[in-house]
């Protein structure tokens, strides 16, 4: 019995870690049309992959001008959701432009450009702007949600509300959509998520006074376990 005791526990943290992590795909790789102010700009792909309770989340945004763009980000998926540990935006290079840090045992995050970091407390279910959609994802069927939302550049509160959005066509065929959106933020910002495509974002709208970027879903691929 002794042995068992561990054994036991052992495998009730596995269970409790799945069951945890059961709404988000173990990987997925989606494709986007990428457009600004409703023109073509370019292409874009994410690459998500979650093992047990860590999570990586890659983001790159292919211009038909200027430098590729990457988005990387890293952490765990706990009880209520995506725990970010590490996020890097990166500019047609090898060295962060803007990078953030949570340090979860302090609450402090550290953020902006790596030779001259801010840093800033953080409140319980703080995000980053990558992998925000997964999170909304991971939320299901909720109706609003109000988080910290790390883009980078800086540490802001946003509220969404969740609203029923129809259908879009995707890979040539309709199917129904939920919207999160940000009602009453200055810089405005759509996920939205396709429910047969393993809740995944297939849309992403993000606007501010320099216009407003859509990346819009050509190929879906994911697995669920």
Request: glycine share 8%.
């Amino acid at each position: 019995m002794k042995i068992a005791r561990p054994l036991a526990a052992t495998l009730l943290s596995c269970t409790a870690l799945l069951s945890v992590a059961a709404g988000l795909p173990a990987r997925a790789q989606i494709s986007y049309e990428a457009r600004l102010s409703g023109l073509p700009v370019g292409e874009a792909t994410q690459r998500w992959s979650l093992e047990k309770d860590h999570y990586q989340l890659e983001t790159e945004i292919a211009p038909i001008f200027g430098p590729r763009i990457r988005y990387v980000s890293s952490g765990t998926v706990g009880e209520a959701g995506i725990k970010p540990a590490e996020y890097a935006e990166f500019r047609g290079g090898s060295t962060p432009r803007q990078q953030a840090r949570f340090d979860w045992t302090s609450k402090q995050v550290s953020y902006g450009n790596p030779e001259s970091p801010q840093s800033a407390k953080l409140e319980a279910g703080a995000q980053e702007l990558n992998t925000l959609p997964f999170q909304l994802s991971w939320l299901g069927t909720k109706n609003t949600a109000t988080m910290q939302i790390m883009t980078g550049r800086k540490l802001r509160q946003d509220r969404f509300a969740m609203s029923d959005g129809g259908t879009l066509k995707l890979m040539g065929k309709s199917t129904p959509v939920r919207v999160w959106r940000t009602p009453d933020a200055e810089e405005g910002t759509e996920i939205w998520l396709a429910v047969e495509f393993g809740n995944l974002p297939v849309k992403i709208i993000r606007h501010d006074d320099k216009g407003e970027l859509q990346l819009i879903a050509k190929t879906i691929e994911f697995q669920q376990e």
